[in-house]
């Protein structure tokens, strides 16, 4: 459900909520500090990480042209960066001063990685190229946005997932964009890949050998979901052991599309924040629960 959220400041020095996340390496210290700031105790365990794979973009750059294209969708922040360093290998800028004007669609915060620079490997004719970012940070609400294609061509740059089930987030967003009569290329731009068997260790330790609360445990994909579950198995757990050993535990998602894919897999969440352009929502839903909670 989406929690209202108040400015309020961090929680007393005497009260430290362990607040687990399983975000990948790149993201890690974002969210850590995010946590920090709000008074709690940021405990990391990661269970996917990111690669970019921009060899597989450039092999596309190299084979056509983006003058074949009308835009290009970026999913991710990983997906943008794996796009400018591809770039880097070829002349500038990849499309000519003058044609049609090319969209770039990016998702709340990411979409501070398309600033000018970034736009000028792309063309050096600015006002050629818009910058698109929907209201509502969901893949959903990317196609949408992009309007009616009438058949025009849109590279969308796009995880390979490793070790784990492809979620339906990517083939989902494919088929929006199909539905709105654009021709979608898929490009793996980056690698989704499971950390193994060992990344839910430090959990289970702290549960089975007593060494304090998890208080709160933050999602912000349904891979980090899989991958979490999947060690846990590991270990002889699962997530209904988790749920027994800590009673109050606190489950956030990063947006609805995290939660309803927590949700798929059998964890149920607490707290979905409805400001997911950033982790920062999440951070302030999680903090105004976990306040409430020490109160009762």
């Known amino acids: 459900m989406a929690v209202p959220i108040t400015n309020l400041g961090p929680l007393s020095s005497t009260v430290k909520p362990t607040v687990a996340f399983t975000t990948p390496p790149n993201y890690a210290a974002r969210l850590s500090s995010l946590l920090t700031l709000k008074g709690h105790i940021p405990f990391w365990c990661p269970t996917i990480t990111t690669h970019p794979t921009p060899q597989s973009l450039s092999s596309y750059l190299s ?97 390979k997932v490793v070790g784990l089930d492809e979620p339906p987030v990517v083939p989902d967003f494919l088929k929006d964009l199909e539905g709105g009569g654009w021709v979608p290329l898929r490009v793996d731009a980056y690698e989704t890949r499971w950390v193994g068997p060992s990344c839910a260790e430090r959990v289970v330790r702290k549960g089975e050998e007593n060494e304090g609360e998890v208080d709160a445990v933050v999602f912000t994909s349904s891979g980090e979901v899989e991958g979490f579950l999947k060690s846990l198995k590991e270990f002889g757990w699962d997530w209904g052991m988790v749920r027994r050993r800590w009673p109050r535990l606190v489950v956030a998602a990063h947006g609805p599309v995290t939660a309803a894919g927590a949700e798929r897999l059998g964890v149920d969440v607490d707290v979905v924040s409805s400001n997911f352009g950033s982790f920062r929502g999440v951070v302030d839903a999680l903090d105004v629960r976990l306040r409430a909670l020490g109160q009762e």
Do not use: M, W
């Open 63 to 159: 084979q056509y042209s983006l003058s074949l294209l009308s835009a290009i969708a970026f999913p991710s922040r990983a997906s943008i960066t794996s796009f400018s360093v591809a770039a880097l290998s070829f002349p500038k800028p990849l499309l000519p001063s003058h044609g049609p004007t090319f969209i770039l669609a990016a998702l709340g915060k990411d979409s501070e990685l398309i600033n000018t620079l970034f736009i000028s490997q792309i063309c050096s004719n600015i006002q050629r190229i818009k910058v698109l970012v929907p209201p509502t940070a969901t893949p959903n609400s990317l196609a949408l946005s992009l309007g009616e294609g009438y058949g025009r061509k849109v590279l969308c740059p796009v995880p």
